[in-house]
């Protein structure tokens, strides 16, 4: 589709079912995103912070140095390197560590994520076969082999994409569909205490909207989120330790150990970014709740700018209180996994959106996708300043 003008786009809302309360995602059509000017992208932009995840059609023949810089323009001052550290291990970054990141070359920082063999020549990436994330890296009650492998699934875990130290999260991500493993539909175990199941496409991503958490919160703990910040550890996913993900993927499970801060690779203080509870969307102003307990060393509470901070360093204080919260969102009704088809570009807003892959049999065949987000040059905002 060259030379797309703005006018071309059309923004498509998701419908969803009337069992459910997901309340974002939207379907883009007539976007070139190898040939993007700013009207549309600024379209786009107003588009993806609207709908927090659009899955964008038609993107069969995007050259990889175009997807990263998308995502450069959304944050013209951030310096054009994928978000994650490379060479890094999992003393920086935990289970994340253990897979070698598979740089595109020539593609400014575009990573080969998936499963499977990709073929002789995948964009310059020769006889690479990969393997996915697995939720038993992360999950306190992992399912078997032979679960896995009759299409059973719990999320890997949910996050949003960055290190966390030294380096503050994307502002958004990108991830382009280019193969697509094919079978029947996964069986997701959610981890609701209701032991809920949902019917998901292989291969594809769950997205929870933090505004939504932020909606379930009761006026008092509202009051706190808006005033409260939040410190994750040095090289958080490490220092993480042996601690496990709860069966829902979003909370903290009791046990296990986080690493002593002196054990960890080499930190510094100024290092180590305070960011609000709440988050302000860019775009719309709306608030989300956007916190990653597995990285949470310190909590600084207060309900009011005036009131004194109450410093939270006990992980199990932590643990319990942010469990209590975020299992009110971990429920089918909230949980958005958008059909995703082999040449489709989601987008979604990282500062606005927690997320996690969900695995497939590998007995599906290939999975490959084309993933890009980049530290953002600046902090996300919250409705009270963050002390320095
Ligand atoms: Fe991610």
């Not at 974002?24 to 107003?46: C, P």
């Not at 706190?224 to 939040?230: H, T």
């Not at 801060?261 to 709306?286: C, R």
Request: charged share 20%.
């Amino acid at each position: 589709m060259p030379h797309a003008k703005s006018t071309d786009i059309v923004v498509t809302p998701l419908q969803h079912d009337t069992n459910k309360k997901t309340n974002f995602g939207a379907i883009i059509t007539g976007v070139d995103l190898n040939e993007l000017d700013e009207e549309s992208f600024q379209k786009l932009r107003t588009a993806v912070y609207t709908n927090n995840v659009v899955i964008i059609k038609g993107q069969k023949d995007l050259l990889p140095s175009k997807q990263f810089d998308l995502v450069r323009r959304f944050d013209p001052d951030c310096k054009p390197s994928h978000g994650f550290g490379y060479g890094k291990s999992t003393a920086e970054l935990g289970p994340t560590g253990k897979k070698p990141f598979y740089l595109i070359p020539d593609s400014g920082g575009v990573t080969l994520v998936g499963n499977g063999y990709q073929g002789p020549d995948h964009y310059g990436l020769k006889e690479v076969t990969m393997s996915g994330f697995s939720h038993t890296d992360f999950n306190c009650e992992p399912l078997s082999e032979e679960q896995l492998a009759a299409g059973h699934a719990k999320f890997v875990h949910f996050h949003f994409d960055g290190i966390m130290y030294d380096s503050h999260p994307s502002r958004v991500t990108t991830f382009r569909c280019v193969k697509q493993p094919k079978g029947p539909e996964v069986t997701l175990h959610v981890g609701d205490e209701a032991g809920s199941t949902m019917k998901v496409q292989p291969g594809s991503t769950a997205f929870i909207n933090c505004a939504q958490i932020y909606d379930l919160l009761t006026e008092e703990e509202k009051k706190i989120a808006d005033n409260s910040y939040w410190e994750p550890a040095p090289h958080p996913f490490g220092w993480s330790g042996t601690r496990m993900m709860t069966s829902n993927g979003l909370g903290v499970a009791p046990g296990g150990e986080t690493v002593p801060l002196d054990k960890l690779p080499h930190w510094e203080a100024d290092k180590v970014f305070k960011y609000p509870l709440v988050w302000l969307n860019p775009v719309t102003g709306e608030k989300g709740f956007q916190i990653m307990p597995q990285c949470v060393r310190k909590l600084y509470l207060r309900s009011s700018p005036d009131e004194e901070v109450r410093e939270v360093e006990d992980p199990e204080e932590i643990r319990v209180w942010l469990n209590g919260i975020h299992e009110r969102i971990v429920k089918p009704e909230y949980i958005l996994v958008p059909s995703c088809e082999e040449d489709d570009m989601v987008v979604w807003n990282n500062w606005g959106i927690t997320h996690s892959a969900i695995e497939y049999p590998p007995s599906y065949g290939t999975r490959a996708m084309h993933q890009c987000h980049i530290a953002s040059s600046t902090a996300p905002l919250g409705p009270t300043p963050v002390p320095a």
